[in-house]
């Protein structure tokens, strides 16, 4: 009982770009206008960052491409993105959190998260045994990662290389996470907001939401229908 009182709280970190028309969601245009787009990808972002703002947490971090904007709550501290592929700012974004605390990295794409899908298995009494936290995605990526001892040469070695985007990237990063003798613990399947079909999926499932409000607040015109395009 001593040690799980004694658990130091998790890191959460948040990777995410600035939602600047043209520069984010693109895959949504057309039938979205790029501002369309964008507005979605800013209420995506401000339902991630007000979910884990309820998680408990020691540290909580937004590393981000980008200039902050109105969507940051308070409580969150700002770190910028370093260069290079996804998969090394994904590693580079381990190197903001300490060793002595586990970390849990999510993207901006699943406004359909929970507060209760990370808080259990994050808390201290469920942590122990558990190296690393993966949460796949419906389309054979992962929308989630954490470390229960992270460093930036275990990010690295996990991350680094791994083919990212693809329906494969998910097999890739478990392979790595079993090759380094890693304890996994498995979070919740979640479907990213990537294509248009994808956002009315997610939306209905959050309906209470920002992104969901944004989302009834668009009309596409008649000749689209939800679950068609993409």
Not at 95 to 124: F, I, K, N, W, Y
Not at 145 to 167: D, I, K, Q, W, Y
Not at 190 to 216: I, K, S, Y
Request: charged share 20%; glycine share 10%; net charge neutral.
């Amino acid at each position: 009982m001593r040690s799980v009182l004694a658990a130091p709280p998790p890191t959460l970190l948040v990777i995410a770009k600035e939602p600047v028309p043209g520069r984010v969601k693109t895959r949504l245009t057309p039938p979205f206008s790029p501002e369309q787009a964008a507005a979605l990808a800013e209420a995506a972002l401000a339902d991630t960052l007000d979910t884990l703002s309820q998680v408990p947490a020691g540290r909580r971090l937004l590393v981000l491409e980008g200039t902050p904007g109105r969507w940051l709550p308070p409580g969150w501290q700002v770190a910028a993105q370093c260069g290079g592929g996804l998969d090394e700012r994904l590693a580079a974004a381990f190197a903001h959190a300490s060793p002595d605390a586990p970390a849990l990295l999510v993207g901006m794409d699943t406004p359909q998260l929970t507060g209760r899908m990370l808080a259990e298995p994050l808390s201290s009494a469920r942590r122990a045994g558990v190296d690393a936290w993966y949460g796949p995605a419906a389309d054979g990526g992962f929308w989630a990662l954490g470390l229960a001892r992270p460093t930036a040469e275990l990010a690295r070695r996990l991350l680094v290389g791994v083919p990212m985007s693809t329906p494969g990237t998910g097999a890739a990063l478990l392979d790595r996470l079993a090759a380094a003798d890693l304890t996994i613990g498995q979070l919740p399947a979640l479907t990213d907001v990537d294509t248009v079909r994808e956002v009315d999926q997610v939306a209905a499932l959050a309906p209470n939401g920002r992104f969901a409000a944004c989302r009834r607040s668009m009309d596409l015109g008649a000749d689209f229908r939800p679950g068609v395009a993409s």
